[in-house]
């Protein structure tokens, strides 16, 4: 089986696939796939389904998201077996997924070892790694599924998790003088991302690296001027020594 979170969430088994609906029942295995072969406490279920507004046939009404879920899986997908990939396990439940079927763990480690690689000095196996990596990002992580508490921070650890290999993957193609090629995804990235400070400092960089120090100028102040006027901030140390540099 395939499951795919790194955008709208999608199962396979083969050739039967589904995409999960925005439903209490999706947002249910969204979250066990989150946790990824753990134990969901009912409790914890009942929290990220409902939040502060718990109806008194919660715990049954999880029980039965948890069979139509086990059907779904049984019907749609021919899994032969679904109690053994839906466990009933106490305190709750816990999909029981291979790891490496699921394409938020393979980011997760592709990720690790690209970050391996840099370390080591091998920004070449790094760039490599890493766009396998970001290739498998498919958009936000659970799209279009509702979030309690739990599933919303999961969210954000992926997406922070992908800016950290967009950097990685700069910082490597940088190592190999490729700053020409980084220069228009680092313009994309700091509108994306305006109060990110490492990426306008790569932009300088490149831009610096490439002798356009104009531009390089340019970028140190208009990230100055989003900082002051969004945080009442000034850039960082680091920042501020790469625009001496650029005045040399």
């Given at each position: 089986?395939?499951?795919?979170?790194?955008?709208?969430?999608?199962i396979?088994?083969g050739?039967?696939?589904?995409?999960l609906?925005?439903?209490?029942?999706?947002?249910?295995?969204?979250l066990?796939?989150?946790?990824?072969?753990?134990?969901?406490?009912?409790d914890m279920?009942i929290?990220?389904?409902?939040g502060?507004?718990v109806?008194?046939?919660?715990?049954?009404?999880?029980?039965?998201?948890?069979?139509?879920?086990?059907?779904m899986?049984?019907?749609?997908?021919?899994v032969?077996?679904?109690?053994?990939l839906?466990?009933?396990?106490?305190?709750?439940?816990?999909?029981?997924?291979?790891q490496?079927a699921i394409?938020?763990?393979?980011?997760?480690?592709?990720?690790?070892?690209?970050?391996?690689?840099?370390?080591?000095?091998?920004?070449?196996?790094?760039?490599?790694?890493?766009?396998?990596?970001?290739?498998?990002?498919?958009?936000c992580?659970?799209?279009?599924?509702?979030?309690?508490?739990?599933?919303?921070?999961?969210?954000?650890?992926?997406?922070?998790?992908?800016?950290?290999?967009?950097?990685?993957?700069?910082?490597?193609?940088?190592?190999?003088?490729?700053?020409?090629?980084?220069?228009?995804?680092?313009?994309?990235?700091?509108?994306?991302?305006?109060?990110?400070?490492?990426?306008?400092?790569?932009?300088?960089k490149s831009?610096?690296?490439c002798?356009?120090?104009?531009?390089?100028?340019?970028?140190?102040?208009?990230?100055w001027?989003?900082?002051?006027?969004?945080?009442?901030?000034?850039?960082?140390?680091?920042v501020?020594r790469?625009?001496?540099?650029?005045?040399?």
């Amino acid at each position: 089986m395939k499951f795919k979170v790194l955008g709208r969430v999608e199962i396979a088994n083969g050739t039967a696939s589904t995409a999960l609906a925005r439903s209490k029942i999706g947002h249910m295995l969204s979250l066990l796939l989150a946790m990824n072969n753990e134990t969901v406490s009912v409790d914890m279920l009942i929290d990220e389904l409902w939040g502060e507004q718990v109806p008194r046939s919660a715990q049954a009404t999880l029980q039965t998201y948890v069979y139509m879920a086990r059907k779904m899986f049984t019907e749609s997908l021919r899994v032969p077996n679904a109690q053994r990939l839906l466990v009933t396990q106490p305190p709750g439940y816990m999909l029981a997924a291979d790891q490496e079927a699921i394409d938020s763990v393979v980011f997760e480690r592709l990720v690790r070892e690209g970050s391996e690689s840099l370390e080591r000095g091998d920004p070449e196996s790094t760039v490599v790694t890493l766009t396998d990596a970001l290739k498998m990002s498919r958009g936000c992580p659970f799209a279009g599924m509702p979030t309690g508490t739990a599933l919303k921070a999961h969210i954000t650890y992926l997406q922070e998790l992908r800016l950290t290999a967009l950097g990685l993957r700069i910082d490597a193609r940088e190592q190999l003088g490729r700053h020409r090629d980084i220069i228009p995804e680092l313009r994309s990235l700091v509108a994306e991302h305006p109060l990110n400070e490492g990426f306008h400092a790569q932009l300088i960089k490149s831009l610096l690296r490439c002798g356009r120090r104009a531009e390089a100028l340019q970028a140190y102040q208009r990230l100055w001027q989003i900082l002051d006027a969004e945080l009442g901030l000034q850039p960082t140390p680091e920042v501020q020594r790469l625009h001496h540099e650029v005045l040399g």
